[in-house]
């Protein structure tokens, strides 16, 4: 369990932040510049604070009050940074035995299957993809025997075919150890995805927190409105490639597979969900979710931003041209179809089973 709350003032910008975070993987979200990474730099003791308290699974690291304020080595923190760190004139079993303590509890040769690196053991660091280094280096943090695991955009240098081949090993930690993690990203898809809780943070504030639906519904990120909406997979088809998620407003049809009974979350941009007044019929379209008008939200440009609250209380974020909104005379309240293509939702940020 982490308790935190603490303050760092900068030249120009100051980091206030207050949260708890338990087991699982606490997202910290938001853009560059906001104060993500220095929450894990305070946490780890790489950077100080000028004020504040952070207890972490009954261990006090800081107490400003009580001038306590405990060197990094004494935290027993993991942290895996963007950039892997590997020392490269060593393999990578020594690299993974260099935080490794002697007489742990924790088990090398189970670590090395979890992480898919038997293969790799005696390989130098320059011989490795780059999904590979940051697998080495999330092992060498968990042989640490770490209180609380410390994520910096672990995936952010990495292709995306490389962040698809490692999320499942993230997956894997979160859903296998106890240890909390702290998450941080300023991708979406990757929150949706891994996060059990999220805090957004903006201008070095947490302007929101809760579940990834809770705390990014519906949200701006690089520029366009996105939703995150949760369902359970229904039959896969095999004939077409195509997975049904069973929402409360209706099915939502996948182009990919996902294991069946599956709950699963889905990332929507606005840009991609068309609305209809009625029960859309002889379209391509697969997916209609039923629901109302909450909020128009429009300038003196072309195109608003409409939040729909679906049937079970979800919310869909959908843009469209203030012409449209006017010709099918919208208004709050109006009730109102979301259809959304198959092909606009990547099936690869979605857990597979």
């Known amino acids: 369990m982490i308790d935190a709350k603490f303050r760092v003032a900068r030249e120009g910008f100051t980091l206030?932040?207050?949260?708890?975070?338990?087991?699982?993987?606490?997202?910290?979200?938001?853009?560059?510049?906001?104060?993500?990474?220095?929450?894990?730099?305070?946490?780890?003791?790489?950077?100080?604070?000028?004020?504040?308290?952070?207890?972490?699974?009954?261990r006090v690291f800081l107490d400003s009050a009580a001038r306590i304020n405990l060197a990094p080595h004494r935290r027993n923190v993991g942290y895996v940074f963007q950039d892997a760190l590997?020392?490269?004139h060593l393999s990578v079993a020594q690299n993974l035995r260099y935080g490794w303590r002697k007489g742990s509890s924790t088990n090398f040769d189970q670590i090395v299957t979890l992480l898919?690196?038997?293969?790799?053991?005696?390989?130098?660091?320059?011989?490795?993809?780059?999904?590979?280094?940051?697998?080495?280096?999330?092992?060498?943090?968990?042989?640490?025997?770490?209180?609380?695991?410390?994520?910096?955009?672990?995936?952010?240098?990495?292709?995306?075919?490389?962040k698809h081949d490692i999320l499942p090993y993230i997956e894997s930690l979160r859903d296998r150890f106890g240890i909390p993690i702290l998450y941080v990203s300023h991708a979406v898809d990757e929150v949706a995805r891994l996060a059990d809780h999220?805090?957004?943070?903006?201008?070095?504030?947490?302007?929101?927190?809760?579940?990834?639906?809770?705390?990014?519904?519906?949200?701006?990120?690089?520029g366009e409105r996105v939703s995150v909406l949760t369902g359970r997979a229904g039959p896969h088809d095999e004939a077409y490639g195509l997975t049904p998620l069973i929402h409360d407003a209706g099915r939502i049809t996948i182009a990919g597979k996902l294991a069946e009974h599956h709950e699963t979350r889905i990332v929507i941009r606005a840009s991609d969900v068309t609305l209809a007044t009625a029960i859309p019929r002889n379209l391509s379209v697969r997916t209609a979710l039923k629901g109302h008008v909450a909020v128009i939200k429009?300038?003196?440009?072309?195109?608003?931003?409409?939040?729909?609250?679906?049937?079970?209380?979800?919310?869909?974020?959908?843009?469209?041209?203030?012409?449209?909104?006017?010709?099918?005379?919208?208004?709050?309240?109006?009730?109102?179809?979301?259809?959304?293509?198959?092909?606009?939702?990547?099936?690869?940020w979605l857990r597979s089973g």
Do not use: Y
């Not at 606490?26 to 560059?32: D, E, I, K, N, R």
């Not at 011989?127 to 940051?134: V, Y």
């Not at 469209?320 to 606009?344: F, N, P, Q, Y």
């Open 16 to 58: 206030d932040v207050a949260f708890a975070a338990g087991a699982g993987v606490t997202a910290v979200f938001g853009v560059s510049g906001t104060g993500k990474t220095t929450i894990l730099n305070v946490i780890a003791g790489l950077e100080r604070a000028e004020e504040g308290r952070i207890i972490v699974d009954g």
């Open 86 to 88: 590997l020392f490269p």
């Open 116 to 162: 898919g690196l038997r293969s790799l053991l005696d390989r130098r660091p320059a011989r490795l993809s780059g999904g590979e280094r940051q697998r080495v280096a999330i092992g060498r943090a968990l042989l640490s025997q770490p209180r609380l695991l410390l994520m910096d955009e672990p995936l952010a240098s990495l292709d995306i075919e490389r």
């Open 198 to 222: 999220v805090l957004v943070i903006e201008g070095g504030r947490i302007v929101a927190r809760g579940t990834p639906e809770q705390a990014l519904a519906p949200h701006l990120h690089g």
């Open 298 to 348: 429009r300038d003196q440009g072309p195109a608003a931003i409409i939040t729909v609250v679906l049937q079970g209380g979800q919310q869909l974020a959908v843009a469209a041209t203030r012409k449209a909104i006017d010709e099918l005379k919208l208004t709050v309240g109006t009730e109102v179809w979301c259809l959304i293509k198959a092909v606009s939702i990547d099936a690869r």
